[in-house]
Nanobody
Framework: QVQLVESGGGLVQAGGSLRLSCAAS????????MGWFRQAPGKEREFVAAISRSGRDTYYTNSVRGRFTISRDNAKNTVYLQMNSLKPEDTAVYYC??????????????????WGQGTQVTVSS
């Protein structure tokens, strides 16, 4: 089992930036892919980004590609989500998640087995 703790959320104006961090403990961090999801009020949780075990491969949902960057530091057991050019529609609770297995076969919630508690991101217009 993996324990995940997110940080870095907050209130920012449209066009601004935030960097989320997620610290992991438990399983060997470099042995599993990581992802970020978000859930806006009244909506289902959705996939945002994922990164492979080494950090070489990254994946994004279309709405954030080119604005968000996922990265990881395996020496620090931490995954990051750099969010630039934020929009009001990015407002949500953001969750990090650890992949169940070595490889991701899809980007749905079922591919991830451990979740953080979430951090609120609010983008004002």
């Amino acid at each position: 089992q993996v324990q995940l703790v997110e940080s870095g959320g907050g209130l920012v104006q449209a066009g601004g930036s935030l960097r989320l961090s997620c610290a992991a403990s438990g399983r060997t961090f470099s042995s599993y892919p990581m992802g970020w999801f978000r859930q806006a009020p009244g909506k289902e949780r959705e996939f945002v980004a994922a990164i492979s075990r080494s950090g070489r491969d990254t994946y994004y949902t279309n709405s954030v590609r080119g604005r968000f960057t996922i990265s990881r530091d395996n020496a620090k057991n931490t995954v990051y989500l750099q969010m630039n050019s934020l929009k009001p529609e990015d407002t949500a609770v953001y969750y990090c998640a650890a992949g169940r297995f070595t490889w991701l076969t899809n980007y749905s919630e079922t591919a991830f087995g451990s979740w953080g508690q979430g951090t609120q991101v609010t983008v004002s217009s």
